[in-house]
C-alpha cells in the first residue's frame, strides 16, 4: 500500500513580483524614502511603508514574512511589477515537490479559486473549508545578492539573496478546518501540520488547535506528526502553538529565523559549539520529541529519535537544493542530479563537530550549488516536500 500523506493547513495565491531595480528606483524617489526610515518592523498601512520595509530587509540580506493592513496594498505595489502567478502555502509548496516524486497527497485548503484548480497537481486531492471563491494573493518579492537600489543619498545593497513576503489573506487569518480533517489525519500515514502563524486572534487559534488535536490524537501506530513553524504575526501567540503541540508531534521543526527567534538572540549557523549550545537551550524552550532545523548551510534534528530522520534531511536537502538550482518545473532528473552534487565544505566540517559535540543530533550538510538565478522562494516548503517524502518511503 502506498504511503498516505496528509498536507495542512492553508494554501495560497502567489504573486511574485520580478526584481526590477530601475522601477525601484522611481519608487523610492517618489516617496521620498531616506535611509533613516528603513525598518523591517514598521507597520505596513501603505505602499510607502511596504517599500520602507523592503529596503531594509535587502539592506539586512535576510527574509521574513510581514503583514499588510490590506490586499489592496498588495496588489497595487505588485501593480508596478511584472508578476507570476503561483500557489504557495507550506503543505500545497510540500504537495508540489512530492508530486515530482510521484507522491499523491491530499492538502488541506482554506481558500480556492481558479488559480489554485490551474496549477495544483493533478495527483494532490484536496479538502476545502471555504464555501465560495476568493483572492487574496501574497506578494513574494525574491532580490539577489549584490542588487543595489539608491536610497537618498545612500546605495542599498543585498549583502545575501533572499525573499520577503507581503500578506493579508483573511480566509488563512481564519484558517477554518474542514469538518473532514480529523477523519483524513486518522487514516494517513504522514501528517503535516502548518498554518498557525497567520491567525491574529487568541480565542480563533484556540478553537483551531483543538480541531487539530483531534485528528493528532487519532493517529494510527507509527505514522508521523511534523509540524513546520514560521513567523507569527502576532508572536505571543507562538507561544501557545508550542504548549499545545509539543506533545502531540513527533518533529518539531523551523529555520534558522524560528530558530533565533525562540532563544532571542542570534546564531552562528557554522560554529558547532554555538549551534550545540542553542540546540541544548531550544530543547528546554520547545520540549517535542524531535526538533529539526533547516538552514541554507545544513539541516540536523536533535532529540531520542534524531537518527531515524538521517535519510529525511538528505531528502529535505535535496528537494530544497534542487528548487533552488531549477525554480519552478524542476524534474525527477533534476532532483536526483542534485543528489549527486558535491555537499558545502564548511557544511560538511560543521556537521562533524556538532555530531562529534553533540551525540544526540544528526546533521547533514546541504550541497555546494552555483547559479546565476537562485530561487529563494518557497526553499522551505520544498524541504518539507522532500524531508516528508523520504520519511514516508522509510
Same mark, same amino acid.
Given at each position: 500500500?502506498?504511503?498516505?500523506?496528509?498536507?495542512?493547513?492553508?494554501?495560497?495565491?502567489?504573486?511574485?513580483?520580478? %526584481?526590477?531595480?530601475?522601477? /525601484?528606483?522611481?519608487?523610492?524617489?517618489?516617496?521620498?524614502?531616506?535611509?533613516?526610515?528603513?525598518?523591517?518592523?514598521?507597520?505596513?498601512?501603505?505602499?510607502?511603508?511596504?517599500?520602507?520595509?523592503? &529596503?531594509?530587509?535587502?539592506?539586512?540580506?535576510?527574509?521574513?514574512?510581514?503583514?499588510?493592513?490590506?490586499?489592496?496594498?498588495?496588489?497595487?505595489?505588485?501593480?508596478?511589477?511584472?508578476?507570476?502567478?503561483?500557489?504557495?502555502?507550506?503543505?500545497?509548496?510540500?504537495?508540489?515537490?512530492?508530486?515530482? &516524486?510521484?507522491?499523491?497527497?491530499?492538502?488541506?485548503?482554506?481558500?480556492?479559486?481558479?488559480?489554485?484548480?490551474?496549477?495544483?497537481?493533478?495527483?494532490?486531492?484536496?479538502?476545502?473549508?471555504?464555501?465560495?471563491?476568493?483572492?487574496?494573493?501574497?506578494?513574494?518579492?525574491?532580490?539577489?545578492?549584490?542588487?543595489?537600489?539608491?536610497? $537618498?543619498?545612500?546605495?542599498?545593497?543585498?549583502?545575501?539573496?533572499?525573499?520577503?513576503?507581503?500578506?493579508?489573506?483573511?480566509?488563512?487569518?481564519?484558517?477554518?478546518?474542514?469538518?473532514?480533517?480529523?477523519?483524513?489525519? *486518522?487514516?494517513?500515514?504522514?501528517?503535516?501540520?502548518?498554518?498557525?502563524?497567520?491567525?491574529?486572534?487568541?480565542?480563533?487559534?484556540?478553537?483551531?488547535?483543538?480541531?487539530?488535536?483531534?485528528? /493528532?490524537?487519532?493517529?494510527?501506530?507509527?505514522?508521523?506528526?511534523?509540524?513546520?513553524?514560521?513567523?507569527?504575526?502576532?508572536?505571543? /501567540?507562538?507561544?501557545?502553538?508550542?504548549?499545545?503541540?509539543?506533545?502531540?508531534?513527533?518533529?518539531? @521543526?523551523?529555520?534558522?529565523?524560528?530558530?533565533?527567534? %525562540?532563544?532571542?538572540?542570534?546564531?552562528?549557523?557554522?560554529?558547532?559549539?554555538?549551534?550545540?549550545? @542553542?540546540?541544548?537551550? &531550544?530543547?528546554?524552550?520547545?520540549?517535542?520529541?524531535?526538533?529539526?532545523?533547516?538552514?541554507?548551510? %545544513?539541516?540536523? @534534528?536533535?532529540?531520542?529519535?534524531?537518527?531515524?530522520?538521517?535519510?529525511?534531511?538528505?531528502? $529535505?536537502?535535496?528537494?530544497?537544493?534542487?528548487?533552488?538550482?531549477?525554480?519552478?518545473?524542476?524534474?525527477?532528473?533534476?532532483?536526483?542530479?542534485?543528489?549527486?552534487?558535491?555537499?558545502?565544505?564548511?557544511?560538511?566540517?560543521?556537521?562533524?563537530?556538532?555530531?562529534?559535540?553533540?551525540?544526540?543530533?544528526?546533521?547533514?550538510?546541504?550541497? *555546494?550549488?552555483?547559479?546565476?538565478?537562485?530561487?529563494?522562494?518557497?526553499? $522551505?516548503?520544498?524541504?518539507?516536500?522532500?524531508?516528508?517524502?523520504?520519511?514516508?518511503?522509510?
Amino acid at each position: 500500500m502506498s504511503t498516505r500523506y496528509v498536507l495542512g493547513l492553508g494554501g495560497t495565491v502567489d504573486y511574485e513580483l520580478a %526584481w526590477t531595480p530601475d522601477v /525601484l528606483d522611481r519608487l523610492v524617489a517618489e516617496h521620498a524614502i531616506t535611509p533613516d526610515e528603513l525598518d523591517v518592523h514598521v507597520p505596513i498601512g501603505s505602499e510607502r511603508d511596504l517599500l520602507r520595509t523592503l &529596503l531594509a530587509f535587502v539592506r539586512d540580506g535576510v527574509g521574513g514574512e510581514r503583514f499588510v493592513a490590506s490586499s489592496d496594498i498588495v496588489a497595487a505595489f505588485a501593480g508596478h511589477f511584472p508578476v507570476r502567478v503561483t500557489l504557495g502555502g507550506t503543505c500545497v509548496r510540500a504537495a508540489i515537490a512530492m508530486d515530482v &516524486l510521484g507522491l499523491a497527497s491530499t492538502v488541506h485548503l482554506v481558500s480556492i479559486d481558479d488559480h489554485v484548480r490551474r496549477l495544483l497537481p493533478a495527483s494532490t486531492s484536496y479538502l476545502c473549508s471555504a464555501e465560495s471563491d476568493s483572492l487574496d494573493p501574497h506578494l513574494i518579492v525574491q532580490f539577489p545578492a549584490g542588487t543595489t537600489i539608491r536610497v $537618498g543619498s545612500d546605495e542599498v545593497v543585498a549583502p545575501h539573496p533572499n525573499r520577503i513576503i507581503y500578506v493579508n489573506d483573511p480566509p488563512n487569518r481564519e484558517l477554518l478546518l474542514h469538518p473532514g480533517l480529523p477523519d483524513a489525519m *486518522a487514516d494517513a500515514d504522514v501528517v503535516l501540520v502548518s498554518g498557525f502563524n497567520v491567525i491574529q486572534d487568541a480565542e480563533t487559534l484556540e478553537h483551531r488547535l483543538a480541531d487539530v488535536r483531534k485528528g /493528532l490524537q487519532r493517529l494510527a501506530p507509527g505514522a508521523l506528526a511534523y509540524f513546520e513553524d514560521a513567523g507569527y504575526h502576532v508572536p505571543a /501567540l507562538a507561544r501557545r502553538v508550542r504548549d499545545e503541540l509539543s506533545g502531540l508531534v513527533d518533529v518539531y @521543526a523551523m529555520n534558522e529565523d524560528e530558530l533565533q527567534s %525562540w532563544l532571542g538572540r542570534t546564531v552562528d549557523l557554522l560554529d558547532a559549539d554555538d549551534v550545540a549550545a @542553542a540546540l541544548v537551550e &531550544l530543547a528546554s524552550v520547545v520540549p517535542a520529541p524531535t526538533r529539526v532545523v533547516h538552514t541554507k548551510h %545544513w539541516a540536523l @534534528a536533535h532529540g531520542g529519535d534524531a537518527e531515524r530522520y538521517r535519510a529525511p534531511l538528505l531528502g $529535505g536537502i535535496t528537494m530544497a537544493g534542487t528548487r533552488y538550482v531549477h525554480g519552478d518545473g524542476f524534474t525527477p532528473d533534476d532532483y536526483a542530479a542534485t543528489g549527486t552534487t558535491t555537499p558545502q565544505p564548511e557544511g560538511v566540517a560543521f556537521a562533524a563537530a556538532l555530531e562529534s559535540v553533540l551525540p544526540s543530533a544528526v546533521c547533514v550538510p546541504a550541497f *555546494a550549488l552555483d547559479t546565476a538565478a537562485p530561487t529563494t522562494i518557497g526553499l $522551505g516548503d520544498t524541504f518539507v516536500g522532500g524531508f516528508l517524502a523520504a520519511a514516508g518511503r522509510a
